[in-house]
């Protein structure tokens, strides 16, 4: 801290010399504390005077960012290039809107599960755990596990397409890319590994020169309106998959984990908040670019509404636009799916670790944390060898998935919203009212679609698209934002709302201390119905996988 | 690693990283009030998860959570007894650093005489 500080803002200063640095006392592991090293900079954990000039915010904000960014940008990882690439080509730019609304569900949820990291000092399971009881616990962990398994297949199927594509025999490309994926956070430094991770996020803008190759190649460029043909298949279908993909349960357990472990704390959060913001710019951008350019190549030809999977894409495009574009489509599928490949394994790591109260984190070699580092690379191995079962149905297990997800994500996102109106645990940072508002129209909306998908596999010749589906959606979100304005926030009359003082360094006390979450009949209610309800949702997508194998 | 060897300071210091590393995170584990009250039961002599809980007022879950914790850094072992899992204190270092612990902030810890012989009846 310079001299110039004191000159700066006597007030602010006075404050700022005698306020400690926020201690998070949940913490369940030492490398959890202490200064933060990002890739680009670091910030003392002593260091808790005020930011003033703009250079030094900038500094700051560079050294912070990291949790946000490359969550956001492992989110087009295999099987959300995929589906953008599937969405692209058999329905053109009708989808284009939906990635515009998942970036904004995208932004409320991270921004959440930031804000619960930094402040409680805890993962999301082990909140989950401690706030809804055991049994929910068990049940969050295990969606979490279960679902993490079957996306890192994916994520090695998009390796296998990708290098396959470049004429890579899978039985090299997938374990080459296990190794890659296991030496990352071997080096047990934080900064090592989150430069490794900033390289592929800076890899991932390969899908702009790929739109832009693409637009330049394509002759005539088809209309605008000539992208939305109707073509056979089921829109909700499309929807829930879209929906599916983008947003998923593991961004919430990896990034509350990531931003514990890069030690942010509640200090930091203005920071954090703009990593967030800048992740979601990242993922809006790959996204769109790679729907866009498969709605231009394939709109107007025979092979609009024909999807197969990734890799037929990758040399459709080279029919299409060129050797290049094939390639960088390759290319861009190869990197998504090591980024979420590596993502999606951390996050599964970390909320083992979480659980189970042993050493987690990235600050951490294999000798001082065997067991995250163990896990990590267990599960890197195991996912790598199913991809290598010969004739196994690949195509199908990357749709399932990402619908699987989508009706999975409910649950999640009620604890989110739970958890983020518990004052015991958030304090002066629980949710505001609007807040509120949108995030539990968002899970009533994504229930619906739920719902919706779950009809449509039960009852193939129901009538689901349509005039209909909108109308019950739109409820569907009025009904949910009523809810969410009045969701109680429990015990309202402990601390105001807003910027109390004390707030920067307002931490969780530690998590054991806490009071008893109030249970209201409501609530529980409504946790057991949604149970249920998920569980009859995720049996019908099974059924709908069993089908689709066996008419195959 | 740098090696300590006494009367030149100018070799570095006399502890290694890796020791200073491994000594604050034992240390850590006793930064909890909740797990130095359970370690403060243990220094009784061994007791399955279902005594601490009744003794602290704690949920079950936390304590073994706690216990969790306190086994990852080497402070608590955890044996079965029959159908039961009991927890004792990892060794007689920790005794001793609970001891001197106690003694630092003024308290004697009374039980201490039953911990010594619990842990010698058990070795």
């Excluded at chain 1, 079962?389 to 619908?403: D, E, F, N, R, S």
Aim: with cysteine; net charge positive.
């Amino acid at each position: 801290m310079s001299q110039r500080n004191t000159i700066d803002g006597a007030h602010d200063v006075t404050q700022a010399w005698f306020s400690p640095p926020a201690d998070r006392r949940s913490l369940l592991d030492r490398a959890h504390r202490g200064d933060i090293v990002g890739a680009l900079g670091r910030v003392r954990s002593a260091d808790t005077g005020p930011r003033r000039r703009y250079r030094r915010r900038v500094a700051a904000f560079l050294a912070i960012m990291g949790p946000g960014v490359i969550v956001l940008a492992a989110d087009n990882d295999a099987g959300g290039i995929a589906t953008y690439a599937q969405a692209g080509q058999d329905y053109g730019l009708r989808f284009l809107w939906l990635l515009v609304v998942m970036a904004g569900v995208l932004l409320v949820n991270q921004e959440m599960v930031g804000r619960l990291g930094a402040v409680t000092g805890a993962g999301h399971a082990r909140l989950i755990h401690e706030r809804f009881g055991r049994r929910w616990g068990a049940f969050a962990l295990g969606d979490l596990l279960i679902l993490n398994f079957l996306v890192i297949v994916t994520e090695f199927i998009g390796v296998a397409l990708s290098l396959g594509y470049f004429g890579v025999t899978r039985y090299i490309s997938v374990p080459l890319a296990a190794l890659a994926l296991i030496a990352f956070p071997l080096a047990g430094r934080f900064r090592r590994w989150e430069r490794a991770m900033y390289l592929l996020v800076a890899a991932s803008f390969i899908a702009v020169p790929l739109l832009m190759l693409v637009h330049h190649s394509v002759h005539p460029i088809p209309a605008v309106a000539a992208l939305g043909h109707r073509v056979p298949g089921s829109t909700v279908l499309m929807v829930v998959a879209l929906a599916g993909t983008t947003v998923a349960p593991w961004q919430l357990f990896f990034q509350q984990s990531n931003v514990v472990d890069k030690r942010i704390t509640a200090r930091w959060l203005p920071y954090e908040r703009a990593d967030t913001v800048a992740g979601t710019l990242l993922f809006a951008l790959g996204a769109v670019a790679i729907l866009v350019t498969c709605a231009l190549a394939f709109s107007a030809t025979p092979l609009h509404g024909a999807f197969t999977d990734a890799s037929t894409v990758a040399s459709e495009l080279r029919d299409r636009a060129g050797p290049w574009a094939g390639a960088l489509f390759a290319m861009a599928l190869l990197n998504g799916s090591l980024l979420g490949a590596a993502a999606v394994t951390l996050s599964s790591s970390y909320a083992i670790g979480d659980v189970t109260g042993t050493k987690h984190s990235l600050h951490r070699t294999w000798r001082d944390a065997p067991k995250f580092h163990g896990s990590y690379a267990a599960l890197v191995v195991l996912a790598a060898t199913i991809v290598l079962i010969p004739k196994a149905p690949l195509g199908i297990v990357t749709t399932g998935v990402q619908a699987l997800a989508g009706v999975l994500l409910p649950s999640a996102l009620v604890f989110l919203l739970l958890l983020c109106n518990d004052r015991a645990v958030l304090g002066p940072w629980v949710n505001s009212r609007w807040l509120n508002a949108i995030a539990a129209s968002v899970v009533a909306v994504l229930l619906v679609l739920s719902g919706l998908l779950t009809i449509s596999t039960l009852f193939p010749h129901a009538q689901t698209g349509g005039p209909h589906t909108a109308i019950l959606v739109t409820a569907a979100g009025i009904l949910g934002m009523l809810f969410g304005l009045r969701l109680p926030r429990h015990d309202t009359t402990a601390t105001p709302d807003g910027d109390v003082p004390g707030k920067p360094i307002w931490t969780m006390p530690p998590i054991e201390t806490l009071p008893a979450p109030l249970r209201s009949p409501a609530r529980t209610i409504a946790l057991v119905t949604l149970r249920a309800y998920l569980l009859l949702a995720a049996t019908a997508i099974m059924i709908k996988i069993a089908r689709l194998i066996a008419a195959s | 690693m740098r090696r300590s060897s006494p009367g030149t300071p100018a070799s570095g210091p006399p502890l290694s990283e890796t020791v200073a590393e491994r000594l604050a995170d034992a240390m850590f584990a006793l930064s909890t009030p909740s797990r130095v009250l359970i370690l403060g039961c243990l220094l009784e002599g061994p007791r399955p998860v279902g005594d601490l809980t009744s003794l602290l007022g704690m949920e079950q879950s936390s304590v073994s959570h706690q216990l969790r914790v306190l086994r990852d850094h080497a402070l608590v072992r955890a044996e079965r007894v029959g159908r039961q899992r009991v927890y004792a204190l990892h060794d007689e270092h920790v005794i001793a650093l609970l001891q001197a612990g106690l003694r630092h902030v003024g308290e004697q810890g009374q039980a201490v005489t039953a911990a010594d012989e619990d842990a010698s009846s058990a070795s």
